[in-house]
């Protein structure tokens, strides 16, 4: 059975740039800011994923975003992970749905 499907925050730390795990995907926001029209202005994230890392926060504080992202308030555990690391756990531990 597939895993149900997530989306998480992600930071990039000397970009300083948020990337957004969409469905499998990675999308750049274009600011440290998300929200609708951050999201509107994404694009493909291209850059070496290795240096990403989960971000502690993945609640989303705009109501119409919010409704199109399905991040999860994820356990310590994983905070702060790498996105090899997230998706290894995700595996284990996902949601089946």
Not at 3 to 25: C, M, N, S, T
Not at 82 to 97: D, I, S, V, Y
């Amino acid at each position: 059975m597939p895993l149900r499907p997530i989306d998480a925050i992600f930071v990039h730390p000397k970009q300083r740039l948020y990337v957004v795990y969409y469905r499998g995907e990675l999308w750049q926001l274009p600011r440290m800011k998300i929200d609708e029209r951050s999201w509107k202005n994404r694009r493909p994230y291209t850059d070496d994923s290795s240096s990403l890392y989960l971000s502690i926060h993945q609640a989303i504080s705009d109501p119409i975003l919010a409704q199109k992202l399905r991040t999860l308030d994820l356990p310590v555990a994983v905070r702060s992970s790498t996105l090899p690391r997230f998706e290894a756990w995700w595996e284990a531990h996902g949601l089946n749905g």
